[in-house]
């Protein structure tokens, strides 16, 4: 029974090295893709043409620079009472 316990207790080890080897793994991926995105940014930042933005794009900006996306603001809907919350909603 102890040679059991011991087997089993070895594959649980090997398995949870490898699920930790693989969320590290990730993670650097992860960092790897933030970085190169806010680099894309920074690249595409410089060649905009500010008079070729449309209304969405203008919108999208001055939502960006008030700290807001979709999560904030669907928590900030519900948050609100019911009918408060269907005409945000509606008007989205």
Known sequence: ???????????LEAVNNVDE?????????????????KLLRQDLSSVRNPNKMQAIDIHYE???SKGMDKY?????????????????FESM
Do not use: W, Y
């Open 21 to 37: 080897d693989l969320r590290q793994s990730k993670q650097d991926t992860d960092e790897d893709h933030a970085t190169r995105l």
């Open 72 to 88: 904030r603001t669907l928590r900030a809907i519900r948050e609100g009472n019911t009918k408060k919350r269907v005409d945000q």
């Open 1 to 11: 029974m102890k040679f059991i316990d011991c087997v089993l207790e070895c594959e």
């Open 62 to 64: 001055d939502i960006v």
